[in-house]
């Protein structure tokens, strides 16, 4: 069984700083989700990745296959990016089942 | 991109009665959808996997007599939580996709058993 790992687990950062959250999994996989969740449970998928990095907007995702290893960057954060962060990943030749970390909780002060 | 609605987004039922939660595929075909149950502060639990046609997958201890499941077009699954009770208040929220494609969630529901 996958086991996810995320840190920190609460984060409470000023407006404009420079945000990682990082994720750890134990098991190969095939690839990883990053996904917000806002106080009223929507989850917005962020990124999909199974290698490199990829950027959207101040959004950074980065994954290391050998190390099992991701982290997600905001730049510029805002107050708007307060939200619960989720990793999720799909074991290699498993079944199609997401195991999730248990989230970062990101608070930005205005 | 691809869209996943999920009615009611909230629902309060007295104990003893049946909610039906609703997750659509808008734009896409979906043969498989997920189902997710997520404790205050804790992380999303799969609950069982909703296959288009056929009868759902339910992950390890999760009742399915309590919790049925149909999936019975390609776009839309339905979660029926029977004879509900306080300690089936939860956010439920459902995902369709692949992970070739990606997932979709839906927005999720909060049900309140009183």
């Known amino acids: 069984k996958n086991e996810v790992e995320q840190s920190p687990q609460n984060l409470t950062a000023q407006e404009g700083e420079f945000i990682t959250i990082n994720c750890s999994y134990s098991v190969g996989i095939s690839a990883l989700h990053w996904l917000q969740q806002h106080p009223g449970g929507g989850i917005v998928s962020l990124f999909m990745?199974?290698?490199g990095k990829k950027k959207h907007g101040r959004l950074i995702a980065t994954i290391n296959i050998q190390e099992k290893h991701s982290s997600l960057h905001i730049t510029a954060s805002h107050p708007r990016d307060s939200a619960v962060y989720i990793c999720a990943v799909w074991e290699a030749f498993g079944n199609e089942k997401l195991t999730f970390g248990t989230g970062t909780r990101l608070t930005i002060i205005p | 991109g691809a869209v996943v609605s999920q009615h009611p987004s909230r629902v309060i039922c007295k104990s003893g009665t049946s909610v039906k939660i609703e997750c659509r595929s808008l734009d896409f075909q979906a043969t498989t959808m997920f189902w997710y149950r997520q404790f205050p502060k804790k992380s999303l639990m799969l609950m069982a996997t909703s296959n288009e046609g056929s009868k759902a997958t339910y992950e390890q201890g999760v009742e399915k007599d309590k919790f049925l499941i149909n999936h019975a077009s390609l776009t839309l699954s339905t979660l029926t939580v029977t004879s509900a009770h306080p300690e089936d208040s939860s956010f439920y929220i459902c995902s369709a996709g692949s992970a070739s494609y990606g997932y979709t969630f839906g927005s999720g529901t909060r049900l309140t058993v009183v």
């Open positions: 990745l199974s290698s």
